[in-house]
């Protein structure tokens, strides 16, 4: 009888051991998606640079498209994969500058990032992720007076 007890008492201290690692997995999952959502609240607003809507509006980017892993317990990975409107948008790479400028602005988190364009959405797609992911090409880019100016138009609230 002491064998069946202690048998029992094994399984169930192993059950409510397995649920409680899936109820911190639930929550690890809720948290990230919130996260994600904080970080769709960000960029949702920013203009496209050559009409007068939104990247959400336009499709350029959706809730499904942000993605975050947490790297530590205050750090994160945000992984961005936006759609241009046509695929060989001219503007793909400002508008991803734009992301990364807004995104850098705006989190109130510890944040590692990474924008790509969407598989398949755009003729030089590869060149493009490149270019967005490079900080010393994005660094110059912001040096330019000319495209400062477009991304501070397209990333400024109309409030602001």
Known sequence: MEVVFNLVSLSVSKIL?????????ALRTKKMEEKALEV?????SIRDPEKPNTLEELDVV????VE???LSEDEYLIIIKFSPTVPHCSLA?????????????CLPFKHKLEIYISEGTHSTE???NKQINDKERVAAAMENPNLREIVEQCVTEPDD
Not at 40 to 44: P, S
């Open 40 to 44: 769709y609240d960000v960029i949702r």
């Open 126 to 128: 590869e060149d493009i």
């Open 17 to 25: 051991q397995f649920a409680g690692l899936n109820n911190k997995t």
């Open 68 to 70: 975050v892993q947490e």
């Open 62 to 65: 959706t809730e499904k498209c």
């Open 93 to 105: 790479t400002l508008i991803g500058l734009c992301l990364q400028v807004k995104l850098q602005r």
